[in-house]
């Protein structure tokens, strides 16, 4: 959702309905739109246990040629396993592993969604 044109999000948008799973979840509209100005900047995202206590989820888009995103790649795992130091190794190889993965698809950092 981060990186999908405003149109499109917005669209998305309109038919989401922000369910409390338990008390990290993210609740308000405006609340998801900070999140993913978060992920555009940082260019992942950390489901921090907003839907499944217990559970983190780490992921970053991959791109076609357009520049349109097309998909993505995550880990998911118990948060006992998944420690700061972990996490933060994982979002280095999976960003690494995203933009290998996109260029092989076309994409070029110079191209503009």
């Known amino acids: 959702m981060a990186y999908l ?6 669209r998305y948008l309109s038919f989401m309905e922000f369910t409390r799973f338990n008390e990290r979840a993210i609740v308000t509209c405006e609340a ?4 993913l100005e978060k992920v555009r900047r940082e260019g992942y995202a950390l489901d921090n246990e907003e839907e499944l206590s217990g559970v983190i989820c780490v992921g970053a888009p991959v791109f076609n ?8 790649i995550w880990i998911s795992g118990p948060k006992d396993r998944l420690t700061k130091q972990i ?17 092989e698809l076309g994409y070029s950092k110079a191209q503009k969604i």
């Open 5 to 10: 044109p405003n149109t499109v999000r917005d």
């Open 87 to 103: 996490i933060k190794s994982s979002v280095i190889h999976i960003k690494e592993i995203t933009r290998q993965v996109s260029a």
């Open 65 to 72: 040629f357009t520049g349109y995103p097309c998909g993505a």
């Open 32 to 35: 998801y739109l900070e999140e």
